[in-house]
């Protein structure tokens, strides 16, 4: 379009100038030896432009002439590139469609129409190439090196660090994964996988502070919704809060637990660090007001048993906790479990009857159990006895992703590797075979009723 404005004005210039001529009198002498030529202005213009002209094409064809063994040499780089860039695109195809033997095909085709030139500009796809069909082909070594070469320039570095972090990631080589991972993230910290990858392997080694950098780039890139960026940077604090507390440094740990609960006032392992960081500065009364918000928002054994042991300090009583969520099955256990410790056994069927139904928790049962031996129901103690050792394990820690069953909390599932999984709930597997111990636990008061001698219960050797 440009071209054409520009040769519209040119013609316009010279039909102007034409014009401007035309309408002049007098003529133009050339004198040529001892010949001299007189012409109107116009015609002596013309002849000008047609002499211009035939220079410029004189000039023009002497170029090419000299040029032609440069024209003929790039004309054979040239076509050597669009050979090589096929060859290139082909492999490609036959990587993506699984033919190792295509692919080695035109990657050799590549090398061979490559072999020589200077200034190849397809690095970046030969070397993809090499990768990905070593690869296909069952060789990870040569699929190492050809990622590994591609670290030493700018433009292909981040593809390489990918390859070799994919690689690290098949064999479980995490700290191989988290070295690459880390440095693609230097590079490009808004890349959605990078965030994500760095993110997950800093959380699963411990580093608390990596993972809240990693996370920062991902809310950046807006790549998690605000929500989900709230919550796991308050689980990252509750988690660091619990090694500054068992690091005995008591400071660092309220400052970071009381971050997370301002947030997440449930988190259970945000609570108890901030519990026991007040109890350990001499300020029972805090330690007790966290356990109970956290209690309030979701009653836990845990934080009952913290609470336990700070309530005298704080003038106190556990019923104050109890008063919280009188209804919620936690503090009818621990109701429950305290009428016993008065002796009130018939207080603890009325507290649990609303929990015994077709299948009791196995503290419920043997609560239940314990009160009818004491009221010297040897049948019933029996019956209760018998639900206690058959009912799942009480509340365990298990992973929504995989359903991993842990007896701690932890940020991180100790076996699927995901992030803020982990949740009390009922233990999903059926319940495990009742062991010695337990049946001596839990039968210590009954005995046979055909015989009322002790029922002994025999460990094994």
Not at 9 to 36: H, K, M, N, P, Y
Not at 64 to 84: C, N, Q, T, Y
Not at 218 to 243: I, M, N, S
Not at 354 to 360: R, Y
Request: with cysteine; glycine share 10%.
């Amino acid at each position: 379009m440009t071209r054409l404005v520009w040769l519209f004005f040119i013609a316009a210039g010279l039909a102007a100038g034409a014009a401007v001529l035309s309408g002049q009198t007098g003529e133009v002498g050339i004198r040529l030896g001892s010949v001299e030529y007189r012409m109107p202005p116009a015609v002596a213009a013309a002849l000008c432009v047609v002499a211009v002209a035939a220079l410029v094409g004189v000039w023009r064809l002497i170029g090419l002439v000299f040029d032609l063994p440069g024209a003929m040499s790039r004309g054979r780089r040239e076509r050597r590139r669009r050979a090589r860039y096929l060859a290139l695109a082909r492999g490609m195809v036959a990587v993506a469609a699984g033919d190792a033997r295509e692919a080695k095909k035109h990657a050799a085709r590549a090398r061979a129409k490559g072999r020589g030139q200077v200034g190849v500009d397809e690095p970046l796809l030969a070397q993809l190439l090499d990768a990905q069909t070593a690869q296909l082909d069952g060789d990870e070594g040569a699929a190492a090196r050809a990622y590994a070469d591609m670290l030493g320039a700018e433009e292909t570095e981040f593809l390489g660090l990918r390859g070799l972090f994919v690689q690290a990631t098949r064999r479980g080589d995490k700290d191989a994964a988290r070295r690459y991972a880390g440095r693609a993230f230097q590079l490009r910290p808004q890349t959605p996988w990078v965030a994500a990858a760095v993110f997950d392997l800093e959380a699963a080694a411990g580093d608390w502070a990596a993972a809240e950098r990693a996370l920062a780039g991902q809310a950046k890139a807006k790549l998690l919704d605000g929500a989900v960026v709230t919550r796991r940077r308050a689980v990252l604090a509750a988690a660091a809060a619990r090694d500054r507390m068992a690091a005995g440094r008591p400071e660092q740990a309220l400052k970071l637990a009381g971050a997370a609960l301002k947030v997440a006032p449930g988190l259970t392992e945000a609570a108890l660090a901030a519990a026991a960081a007040f109890k350990a500065e001499g300020r029972p009364k805090k330690a007790a007001q966290v356990l109970e918000k956290a209690w309030e928002t979701e009653p836990h054994p845990a934080l009952a048993a913290a609470y336990a042991g700070i309530a005298p300090a704080a003038g106190r009583s556990v019923e104050r906790l109890l008063a919280l969520r009188p209804d919620h099955p936690e503090s009818r256990l621990l109701s429950a479990a305290r009428a016993a410790v008065r002796g009130d056994h018939r207080a603890i069927e009325t507290i649990l009857e609303p929990l015994v139904g077709d299948v009791p928790s196995a503290r419920a049962a043997r609560l239940m159990a314990d009160a009818a031996a004491a009221r010297g129901d040897t049948l019933a103690a029996r019956m209760w006895a018998d639900q206690a050792l058959a009912a799942p394990r009480d509340g365990v820690w298990r992973c929504s992703g995989c359903g991993h069953e842990s007896p701690h909390w932890g940020p991180v599932c100790e076996n699927c590797g995901a992030f803020d999984t982990q949740g009390w709930r009922d233990p999903a597997h059926p319940p495990l075979p009742a062991l010695a111990g337990d049946a001596a636990t839990l039968l210590y008061r009954l005995a046979p009723p055909e015989s009322g001698s002790a029922l002994t219960v025999s460990r094994p050797d």
